[in-house]
């Protein structure tokens, strides 16, 4: 597909290198002539140097041919205007980004008034994974399928653990529970392993399995099930507020730390239910006065990473809080993973992905649509869930049966709300819901997955 991409700064650059990646035609736009040239020549696309809400600039573009336009700058109102022209001239799927709250609350009323595709607000997507991983403080990071029937969590494997030497065929029978491990990430590699596997302390496991049976393996661990009981979050932005609503509905206590005394005295007004403190977090000794020795949960949500990182790596000296650190760039991304810095939050990478599943829904027209995407381990494996539809050729066949590419594994069917973990002679259904784990990123279809 022709797709046009307006804006090249963190969100922009990610979409242009996965979506070239994935063979799609695309052109990039920015008003930064260096920015341009820099994402043209690292990702092998087209670059145009200009103002993307600009007629001229889109025809030059190719809008009329094009397929979708994605409007990722930082001004809303210059998505938002990019969007509108685009469908006006060439008729055109268009996605945009939309982080402003007020706008947030009229989404929909934007979208159908403006003829918008999907509008992504990357502040509040962000805020949604973080409360998904303070509910379950054992998890790396926590993912939901099915409409919320089905959890796939990473846990990091520690020292002196039941699962340390343990083969995965021997799992179900030593600790009674039916999950699944469908990843392992050691050091460098992302594997999807066989029954003989052998696991190790610090391999990095990601878990199927419905919520009731997630948090009956978690109890038979030892490790903590319910949603951390308070937190200090640090950095009063959009993020934060977004972030701060959700866990003050489930009765989380919360505290935020902002420097800025106007900012605080909008946090105020934004969050009655908060405590708020205006002071500098890099300050040890306030930390310490405000309760981090006995906090739960503790949130790096500055718009710096250095400052994020730092403040993660001393806590995480002081305190067994659950952490989550919040981080924009990649250039360092190999470094920062090899932190034990908790759980890493990267808001671009969870735009990308709400970006490329629909992307590949759209390009998909027969046998199943994708209904989720997730990236996980670095981005080199990726879990997607399929809507079975009629014609679907692996309707009514054992899955032992199924000529299944390498690398490739169904960890999940959903039928009729039923939620199992499939195994040889388990039969996929037409109107069942598959989630399906593999290391060969791209896939639009699961007949991409059959041999």
Same mark, same amino acid.
Request: hydrophobic residues 45%; aromatic residues 4%.
């Given at each position: 597909m022709k797709i046009i991409i307006v804006g090249c700064g963190n969100v922009g650059a990610t979409l242009a290198e996965q979506l070239s990646l994935e063979q799609h035609d695309i052109t990039v736009i920015d008003t930064r002539e260096q920015v341009v040239e820099t994402i043209s020549t690292a990702c092998d696309v087209m670059g145009i140097v200009g103002n993307g809400a600009s007629f001229s600039v889109q025809s030059e573009a190719g809008i009329r041919e094009a397929d979708i336009l994605i409007a990722v700058t930082g001004s809303d109102e210059l998505n938002l205007l990019c969007c509108l022209i685009a469908k006006k001239t060439g008729g055109c799927h268009t996605i945009a980004r939309v982080s402003n709250p007020d706008y947030s609350r009229e989404r929909?009323?934007?979208?159908?008034?403006?003829?918008?595709?999907?509008?992504?607000?990357?502040?509040?997507?962000?805020? =949604?994974?973080?409360? =998904?991983?303070?509910?379950?403080p054992s998890a790396l990071k926590v993912d939901t399928f099915a409409k919320s029937r089905v959890e796939l969590v990473i846990y990091r494997i520690e020292e002196n653990s039941p699962l340390c030497n343990m083969k995965l065929k021997d799992l179900p029978g030593s600790l009674h529970c039916d999950v699944l491990v469908t990843t392992v990430e050691r050091g460098a590699q992302a594997l999807i392993p066989r029954g003989d596997f052998e696991l190790k302390a610090k391999d990095d496991i990601t878990i199927v399995a419905d919520p009731a049976k997630m948090v009956e393996f978690f109890k038979t661990l030892g490790k903590a099930t319910a949603s951390a009981r308070d937190v200090i979050i640090i950095g009063g932005g959009r993020t934060t507020v977004y972030l701060s609503k959700q866990l003050l509905q489930i009765g989380v206590k919360v505290k935020i730390i902002e420097r800025d005394r106007q900012r605080c005295e909008a946090l105020t007004e934004a969050l009655p239910k908060a405590m708020i403190i205006c002071g500098d977090?890099?300050?040890?000794?306030?930390?310490?006065?405000?309760?981090?020795?006995e906090t739960e949960a503790f949130v790096a949500n500055t718009d710096f990473d250095e400052e994020n990182i730092m403040l993660a790596l001393f806590v995480k000296s002081l305190s067994k809080a659950k952490l989550i650190t919040k981080v924009h760039r990649i250039t360092y991304e190999e470094i920062i993973g090899n932190l034990d810095v908790g759980s890493i939050i990267y808001p671009k990478y969870i735009t990308a992905e709400s970006i490329i599943k629909y992307i590949r829904a759209m390009k998909n027209s027969m046998g199943?649509?994708?209904?989720?995407?997730?990236?996980?381990?670095?981005? =080199?494996?990726?879990?997607?869930?399929?809507?079975?539809?009629?014609?679907?050729?692996?309707?009514?066949?054992?899955?032992?049966?199924?000529?299944?590419?390498?690398?490739?594994?169904?960890?999940?069917?959903?039928?009729?709300?039923?939620?199992?973990?499939?195994?040889?002679?388990?039969?996929?259904?037409?109107?069942?819901?598959?989630?399906?784990?593999?290391?060969?990123?791209?896939?639009?279809?699961?007949r991409d997955a059959l041999k």
């Open positions: 929909a009323f934007i979208k159908e008034e403006l003829g918008l595709s999907l509008i992504i607000n990357p502040q509040l997507a962000a805020a =949604r994974e973080m409360a =998904r991983t303070l509910k379950f977090a890099t300050d040890k000794d306030l930390l310490i006065e405000e309760g981090l020795l199943s649509n994708i209904e989720t995407l997730y990236r996980l381990n670095d981005n =080199r494996v990726e879990a997607l869930e399929f809507l079975i539809k009629e014609d679907s050729p692996v309707v009514g066949i054992p899955l032992s049966d199924l000529r299944l590419k390498p690398d490739m594994l169904i960890a999940c069917i959903t039928h009729k709300g039923r939620v199992t973990i499939p195994r040889g002679q388990s039969v996929i259904a037409v109107g069942d819901t598959v989630i399906l784990i593999t290391t060969h990123t791209g896939l639009h279809d699961i």
